[in-house]
């Protein structure tokens, strides 16, 4: 079964970063990779650009609202995903538990629902 685990940290806390700590967080991610990735587990996963950088689209009533920024002030921040390759959720949280940034922020797991075959 397939699960998305969402990184969240806070934006403040990784611009606080000197440029060798970041470079070292980036690395822990990239090994952690390629751990999932030898272990079957690793699907696709992408970091994202900071939150200034989103945009967010809605449709009300056929009308498009584009506005600048994530749809929601949270404390924490989407800062990127993995798509996990897992028996079961406790495999998945076991995963989720590994990814580095975790000791920043927070993990959300989700299984992902497939959806029906195009009539």
Known sequence: M????????????????????????NQECVAGVERLTS???????????????????????????????PFAETKEQ????????????NEALHLASRIPPARFGSIEVRPVRELPPID
């Open 2 to 25: 397939k699960y998305v685990a969402l990184v969240y940290y806070q934006e403040s806390i990784i611009n606080a970063m000197t440029e060798q700590e970041w470079h070292d967080l």
């Open 78 to 89: 989407l800062a990127g995903f993995y798509l996990l390759e897992a028996r079961q959720l």
């Open 39 to 69: 272990q079957g587990h690793y699907v696709t996963g992408q970091p994202l650009q900071p939150v200034e950088t989103a945009t967010t689209v809605r449709v009300r009533d056929e009308e498009v609202l584009i506005s600048d920024g």
